[in-house]
Every structure is written in C-alpha cells, then in structure tokens.
C-alpha cells in the first residue's frame, strides 16, 4: 500500500513537501513517482525517482521547482515542491513499479496511493 500525505492550502510561492510511505511491498526494488490531478483534467506525471534515487525525471512545468527524494530505509518518497503556482493545484498520487515501462505514462505502474490535495491561492 502507498499512503500520501502533506498537501494543504498555501500561498504562490509559497512551499510544501508531500510524503509517500509505502508498506507491503520491498520499497527499494520499486520506480516510485508522483503524479497529479486537477478537476476537469486527466492525470499527469510530475517527476520520478529510480530504485536508488540516482535518476529522476521532472515534467517539464516543475522543472527546477520540484525536487522528488527517496529513502529507502524509511520506505518513503518525497516531493518538495518550491515556488508554488495556482497552476499547481491539484489532487497529487504517488505511484509504483518494478516495470521498467515508460515512466511517465500512469499505466506503467501497478501501485498507487490515495492521494493529497494541494491548493494554491494567487
């Protein structure tokens, strides 16, 4: 199971750092990565992190806001999510895979977590 937590309502510009904890599964053998969802839209990636954290992939609109972070003796991923837009909001998943399928497609994973609401005020 993953559970996600640590949204809320902030200002832009504004900081938040979601959590991902995962439990049943052997963590470090997992791609782990975060998606989003806004109302009226379709899910989309944000960014992902290798077994080991060594690579990670950003969509293009958090690039150098978003910082994704593995620990695997915590069994748990994180996001850091800096200078935050209105654009921003939306419902966030993380999600798992041992699949080495294309990362960015929400069918590549097999495990998904609850989801953490993230609101943006301008």
């Known amino acids: 199971q993953l559970q996600a937590s640590g949204g809320g309502l902030v200002q832009a510009g504004g900081s938040l750092r979601l959590s991902c904890v995962a439990s049943?599964?052997?963590?470090?053998?997992?791609?782990m990565a975060w998606f989003r969802q806004a109302p009226e839209k379709e899910r989309e990636f944000v960014a992902v992190?290798?077994?080991?954290?060594?690579?990670?992939y950003y969509a293009d609109n958090v690039k150098g806001r978003f910082t994704v972070s593995r620990d695997n003796a915590k069994n748990t991923m994180y996001l850091l999510m800096n200078s935050l837009k209105p654009e921003d909001t939306a419902v966030y998943f993380c999600?798992?895979?041992?699949?080495?399928?294309?990362?960015?497609?929400?069918?590549?994973?097999?495990?998904w977590g609850q989801g953490t609401l993230v609101t943006v005020s301008s």
């Open positions: 049943g599964l052997t963590f470090r053998n997992y791609r």
């Open positions: 999600a798992a895979t041992q699949r080495g399928d294309t990362y960015y497609w929400t069918a590549s994973y097999d495990y």
């Open positions: 992190a290798s077994w080991s954290s060594s690579i990670t």
